[in-house]
């Protein structure tokens, strides 16, 4: 008797049109959370907490945010490094999908670093259909798509496709990954690359679907890989309505969702109140009303996992 995990059902997925599909070449939309910025909330990248995400918030994804910049990778590759390893590991042996998110707004500028990184990353993991990889998570409104970001992304799949020649890569699009319209009218020719669009529901609304939409009429697939409940500062009013809106959006395309975020910061988009434990085990007296409101629809979308009888 074995539990069929979401990877053993779907398996490895790539990009076909403007859709994420799975092993069976069947459209796939996988729902999860995010981890916060890996040097400031350490306590919840461990194995513990990653099986609490899977065994009762139900994620069938996980991504793992790390933080670049601000005392991260930068100043101290070994210590964000292992704590990557840790996470993705847990989700490995979970058997859910895991994104590894090169966390910064500047990463056009640190090029090097990201290759080196990915490079080591993408042969450790080489083949594994669990990991996902998101190259620049949110470029600021500054770089220039075509000249700064898209010419990144390139060298930096170039190097993942060096140990891992299928895995599925996100891209982050300009103006904090809110130009997925614009990404899709000069997109990267390389296969298995979809686009990165993020939202937070109190600030983003109509229009931003809109963007979305005129990118899937452009062929491209989008993933979700951070969005929040609340304001686009992370906290202030959790737009419940809103972030209904959302949902039947994505579920309406096909498109997969993290939420922001696994922390216990004072800020609406937190899951968890200040103080809570670090490796799970989380009761409804800790958990935001953003985190209960989350919680349920993971609930509600990704069904307990189903024994299997082998043979």
Request: glycine share 8%.
């Amino acid at each position: 008797m074995a539990l069929e995990t979401a990877v053993a059902r779907h398996g490895k997925l790539q990009v076909r049109g403007n859709r994420i599909v799975d092993k069976n070449g069947k459209p796939v939309a996988l729902h999860g959370m995010s981890l916060f910025w890996s040097q400031w909330m350490p306590q919840y990248y461990n194995a513990s907490a990653v099986n609490w995400l899977v065994s009762d918030w139900r994620c069938d994804i996980v991504r793992v945010a790390m933080g670049v910049g601000s005392g991260g990778y930068l100043e101290n590759p070994a210590r964000e490094k292992q704590k990557v390893i840790t996470a993705v590991d847990a989700a490995i042996k979970a058997g859910v999908y895991v994104i590894i998110d090169w966390h910064d707004h500047d990463a056009h500028d640190h090029t090097a670093q990201a290759v080196a990184f990915f490079g080591e990353m993408a042969k450790r993991y080489a083949n594994v259909p669990n990991v996902i990889y998101e190259t620049y998570n949110e470029p600021t409104d500054k770089p220039d798509w075509k000249t700064q970001i898209k010419p990144y992304h390139e060298t930096v799949i170039k190097e993942i496709r060096r140990h891992s020649p299928d895995s599925l890569v996100v891209c982050g699009t300009r103006f904090w990954s809110q130009k997925v319209d614009e990404a899709s009218q000069d997109p990267i020719r390389l296969p298995n690359v979809a686009y990165v669009l993020h939202f937070y529901a109190t600030s983003h609304r109509q229009s931003l679907r809109d963007a979305a939409t005129v990118a899937l009429k452009n062929g491209v697939a989008l993933m979700v890989t951070e969005f929040g409940t609340t304001e686009s500062s992370g906290d202030g009013v959790v737009d419940v309505e809103e972030t209904k809106k959302w949902w039947a959006f994505l579920e309406a395309n096909g498109i997969s969702w993290c939420n922001w975020s696994v922390a216990d910061k004072v800020e609406s988009s937190a899951i968890l109140k200040p103080g809570s434990a670090g490796r799970g085990g989380w009761s409804d007296a800790v958990i935001t009303p953003s985190g209960k409101f989350v919680r349920d629809e993971l609930r509600r979308l990704n069904p307990a996992p189903v024994t299997k009888t082998k043979g």
